[in-house]
C-alpha cells in the first residue's frame, strides 16, 4: 500500500514493539503509534486504533508474541492464559482474531525453552502477517476477473488495505484492476456510526489514484435502482460453514437491493475469516458497541481542529450493533485467495480442504 507514494503495512512488528497506523486519526492526521506491551496493542485493537478483520488478527499474533517476549518463564502458562484471554475480549465477531490467537498457541505448543518459544513466536506472527498480506494479493487476482474493462462498484465499510496488513479484500480486486488500466469507478457507503466509508475507504482509494465517491448510506438503494452499479463487492469479518457472512452493520441492506435490481453481490475474504465452527450466521458473535458512537460524530472544523459533536437531543437513547449477516442465499459468489467459490456448504468445505498456495476459479 501506498501513502503520498511511500508503501506501508498497516501494522508491523520490529524487535518487540508493535507499530500502526493509528486508523482513528484518518483521513485528517497520518500517525504511526508504537506499542511496546502485548496490552498495549490490545487495547489499540479494542479502541480500533486498528480495526477490520484481518489486521485485528495480524495485531493479535504480534500481541501474542509480545505477550511470549513479555512472559516470565516460570509462569509462562498462566501469563499466556491471561494475554489469550484479554485478547479475545477485545473484538468478539472478527474470525481473524480467533484464528491468528489459535495459530500462535499451536505454534508453541512443541518449543523445548524460552528461547525456542520467543523466535517461534515472533516467526509465526511474522508469517501471520505474510499470510495475509500474500491473501490479499491473491484475492485481487481472482477478483478482478470479475470485473471488465470499465466498472462501478459498491463498497461498504473499509475491506481495502487498512483492514488488513496490505492490499485488503473488497478493495483488492479494484486495485489489481485499476493497475492493470481498467476503468474503475468505487461509490463507498460512508458507514455509519464510525464512518469508515466516508473516512478510510475514500482515503486509501485516493492514495492510489482510484475515483471514488461517498454516498450516505442510505443513497445505495437509489443509486443501484438507477442502474449505475456494475457489482457490489463488501468484505466479511466472519463466514459461516454454510455461507451466511457477518460483516459491517448495513451490508445486509446493500445485499437485498443487490438481488432486487438483479446486481451481482460479491463477498471478498481470506479462507481465515472462514468459521467452519459456526453452521449458520445465527452462531456468529454480534459486537455491541456503545450508543456514544451514534449520538456523537468527530470531524474536523473549519479551523483544522478535530472536535466530537452531539447529534441527538441529550436524553436519547440508541443501540449500535457493529455487524449484521447476510444470509447465503443473497450472495452471488466469494471471492477468496483460493479462488471464486459459491457461498454453499460443500464448497466451502472443499475450498478449506484445498492446499494453502492453490488458486483455482470456481465461478458458480
Ligand atoms: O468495525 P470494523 O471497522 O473493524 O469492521 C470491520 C470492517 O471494516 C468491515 O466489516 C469489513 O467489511 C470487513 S473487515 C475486512
Known amino acids: 500500500m501506498r501513502v503520498q507514494g511511500v508503501s506501508y503495512r498497516t501494522v508491523w512488528m520490529d524487535r518487540g514493539v508493535v507499530n500502526m497506523i493509528d486508523q482513528r486519526a484518518l483521513p485528517f492526521h497520518f500517525a504511526i503509534v508504537s506499542l511496546p506491551t502485548y496490552r498495549d496493542t490490545a487495547e489499540a485493537i479494542r479502541d480500533m486504533t486498528v480495526r477490520g478483520a484481518g ?89 478482478q476477473a470479475i470485473l471488465g474493462a470499465s466498472a462501478t462498484v459498491i463498497t461498504h465499510c473499509n475491506a481495502g488495505w487498512l483492514a488488513f496488513a496490505d492490499w485488503g479484500t473488497a478493495l483488492a480486486p479494484i486495485y489489481q484492476a485499476h493497475r492493470e488500466g481498467k476503468r474503475i469507478h468505487v461509490y463507498a457507503t460512508e458507514t455509519r456510526p464510525r464512518s469508515q466509508g466516508a473516512k478510510l475507504t475514500a482515503w486509501e482509494l485516493a492514495q492510489e489514484g482510484v475515483p471514488c465517491t461517498i454516498i450516505p448510506d442510505t443513497a445505495a438503494g437509489s443509486v443501484i435502482r438507477r442502474g449505475l452499479i456494475t457489482c457490489v463487492i463488501v468484505g466479511a469479518d466472519r463466514i459461516a460453514a454454510n455461507g451466511d457472512v457477518a460483516n459491517k452493520i448495513g451490508t445486509y441492506p446493500l445485499a437485498v437491493l443487490a438481488q432486487t435490481h438483479r446486481v451481482p453481490f460479491y463477498v471478498a475474504a481470506p479462507t481465515t475469516t472462514i468459521d467452519l465452527a459456526c453452521a449458520t ?20 472544523t473549519a479551523d483544522g481542529r478535530l472536535e466530537r459533536v452531539r447529534i441527538a437531543a441529550a436524553d436519547a437513547r440508541a443501540r449500535n450493533w457493529a455487524f449484521d449477516v447476510t444470509p447465503a442465499s443473497l450472495i452471488t459468489a466469494l471471492i477468496t485467495n483460493r479462488g471464486i467459490i459459491a457461498a454453499e456448504p460443500r464448497a466451502i468445505r472443499d475450498i478449506m480442504r484445498a492446499h494453502p498456495s492453490g488458486v483455482t476459479a470456481l465461478i458458480p
Open 281 to 300: 450466521g445465527d452462531a456468529i458473535p454480534i459486537e455491541e458497541r456503545s450508543e456514544e458512537e451514534v449520538l456523537w460524530v468527530t470531524g474536523l
Open 55 to 143: 489486521v485485528i488478527g495480524v495485531a493479535a499474533g504480534y500481541a501474542m508474541a509480545q505477550a511470549v517476549l513479555e512472559a516470565p518463564p516460570a509462569s509462562f502458562d498462566d501469563a499466556m492464559a491471561t494475554a489469550e484471554s484479554v485478547l479475545r475480549a477485545t473484538r468478539p465477531t472478527a474470525q481473524n482474531l480467533f484464528y491468528a490467537i489459535e495459530r500462535m498457541r499451536a505454534s508453541l505448543s512443541g518449543c523445548r525453552d524460552a528461547a525456542q518459544r520467543r523466535a517461534q513466536a515472533v516467526a509465526c506472527a511474522q508469517a501471520i502477517a505474510d499470510e495475509d498480506a500474500a491473501a490479499g494479493e491473491a484475492i485481487g487476482m481472482c477478483g
